[in-house]
T-cell receptor, first 117, second 114 residues
Framework: GAVVSQHPSWVICKSGTSVKIECRSLDFQATTMFWYRQFPKQSLMLMATSNEGSKATYEQGVEKDKFLINHASLTLSTLTVTSAHPEDSSFYIC?????????????FGPGTRLLVL | AQSVTQLGSHVSVSEGALVLLRCNYSSSVPPYLFWYVQYPNQGLQLLLKYTSAATLVKGINGFEAEFKKSETSFHLTKPSAHMSDAAEYFCAVSKSSNTDKLIFGTGTRLQVFP
């Protein structure tokens, strides 16, 4: 069964509003969670890495004030897209690294499609 | 810097035919290489990974990949395609075996015709 879930699976919002996306590790404790975005016909691009209880580490070019990441517990990380604009429309994917789970890999959520009008 | 190139955004094969999905990488350090598969409405899941042990890596669902340093390639193959193999396949490279800092290719959509 699925190891990581995301909610919502898709969301449509108006320009200027904020959108929160949840990433949950089901039945396992995730020490590290990752957030990616994927544009059509392009590869997944890592946005940030977050460890439970500490600030997220953002990749170069990713605005930390635009994409707020909170990793408050070992099973939940949230990504908030603040003051969303049409160019933020994308597919957002989270993943989790779960110590002790075999195979040793990132476990990915099914993604959240965001459309900003 | 590391990068991955997947040749062919779409590949179509008949059921029972050989599947070959191409992946070439660029890396300034010995790479760790991965293939992930994504079925509709599901998250990416690991098919197989190369971590500097055997160059021929066997994965789930009958897939395998061969690491060829001289060709900087890590092509994914399966001798006989099944309808259930239809999905999106991603090749990825990393500097570490724990899959942190994965660099993904653009993906290849595999279609399997009866």
């Amino acid at each position: 069964g699925a190891v990581v879930s995301q909610h919502p699976s898709w969301v449509i919002c108006k320009s200027g509003t904020s959108v929160k996306i949840e990433c949950r590790s089901l039945d396992f404790q995730a020490t590290t969670m990752f957030w990616y975005r994927q544009f059509p016909k392009q590869s997944l691009m890592l946005m940030a890495t977050s460890n439970e209880g500490s600030k997220a580490t953002y990749e170069q070019g990713v605005e930390k004030d635009k994409f707020l990441i909170n990793h408050a517990s070992l099973t939940l990380s949230t990504l908030t897209v603040t003051s969303a604009h049409p160019e933020d429309s994308s597919f957002y994917i989270c993943s989790a690294r779960i110590p002790g789970l075999v195979p040793e890999t990132q476990y990915f959520g099914p993604g959240t499609r965001l459309l900003v009008l | 810097a590391q990068s991955v190139t997947q040749l062919g955004s779409h590949v179509s094969v008949s059921e029972g035919a050989l599947v070959l999905l191409r992946c070439n990488y660029s890396s300034s350090v010995p790479p760790y290489l991965f293939w992930y598969v994504q079925y509709p409405n599901q998250g990416l899941q690991l098919l197989l990974k190369y971590t500097s042990a055997a160059t021929l890596v066997k994965g789930i669902n009958g897939f395998e990949a061969e690491f060829k340093k001289s060709e900087t390639s890590f092509h994914l193959t399966k001798p006989s395609a099944h309808m259930s193999d239809a999905a999106e396949y991603f090749c990825a490279v990393s500097k570490s075996s724990n899959t942190d800092k994965l660099i993904f290719g653009t993906g290849t959509r595999l279609q399997v015709f009866p």
